[in-house]
């Protein structure tokens, strides 16, 4: 069965800095996708970016970006120029690829609080 | 654009009783799934469905049953509720027939908060 870890539980930078949030899974797979999801204190869970484990470069959506470390099974989500609006739980997830419905795999979150 | 839509938003009932929630994908998204976020928890997968048929299920109590309608809509029926059943219960759609990576994407509704007194 497939784990994410996210080991940083909360973490707190002031506005305007860059801060990045840590994610490591475990699987034998070989064809899976990473996701990162945003869950504002609305409890909505939104969709930040995703990344296809077969692609060497790694993704970028506006003021967000991964690295990922394929051989090391890390998958960070990088928040440049952070917004008061940043501040949410995030959460990694994992899919594992196959004939059918994929399920994600959740790690654990990591609360993020951006200050004025 | 058009979100997934969730109903009820909020639902108290007592323990054994039953609660049904419905869900309504995103238009043209033929897959649906239900995750169950507890308090200060991550989401938990329990069943998806694709193009009406059950295709995966997981963590998913035997007092839980859900279906998906012919016009792709589901439906997770929920029985003999227990107080450890209280939690926030996501519904999420994806489009098999989006490209090559955007059909893995998971869209979630605002999700049905589920109280059990």
């Known amino acids: 069965a497939q784990t994410v870890t996210q080991s940083q539980p909360e973490m707190s930078v002031q506005e305007a800095e860059t801060v990045t949030l840590s994610c490591t899974y475990d699987?034998?797979?070989?064809?899976?996708?990473l996701f990162w999801y945003k869950q504002p204190p609305s409890r909505q869970m939104i969709l930040v970016i995703r990344?296809?484990?077969?692609?060497?470069q790694n993704a970028t959506e506006n003021r967000f970006s991964v690295n990922f470390q394929k051989a090391a099974k890390s998958f960070s989500l990088k928040i440049s120029d952070s917004q008061l609006g940043d501040t949410a739980m995030y959460f990694c997830?994992?899919?594992?690829?196959?004939?059918?419905?994929?399920?994600?795999?959740f790690g654990q979150g990591t609360r993020l609080t951006i200050n004025p | 654009a058009a979100g997934v839509i969730q109903s009820p938003r909020h639902l108290i009932k007592e323990k054994r009783e039953t609660a049904t929630l419905k869900c309504y994908p995103i238009?043209?998204?033929?897959?649906v799934y239900w995750y169950q976020q507890g308090p200060g928890q991550d989401p938990q997968f329990l069943i998806s469905?694709?193009?009406?048929?059950?295709?995966d299920k997981g963590s998913i109590p035997d007092r839980f049953s859900a279906q998906q309608f012919s016009d792709y809509h589901s439906e997770l029926n929920m029985s003999s509720l227990e107080l450890g059943d209280s939690a926030l219960y996501f519904c999420?759609?994806?489009?098999?027939?989006?490209?090559?990576?955007?059909?893995?994407?998971?869209?979630f509704g605002p999700g049905t908060r589920l109280t059990v007194t």
């Open positions: 997830a994992f899919m594992k690829l196959f004939q059918g419905a994929q399920k994600l795999v």
């Open positions: 699987t034998s797979e070989s064809n899976y996708y």
């Open positions: 238009p043209r998204h033929d897959t």
């Open positions: 999420a759609s994806s489009s098999t027939t989006g490209t090559s990576g955007s059909r893995y994407e998971q869209y």
């Open positions: 469905f694709y193009e009406k048929m059950q295709s």
């Open positions: 990344q296809e484990a077969y692609k060497q």
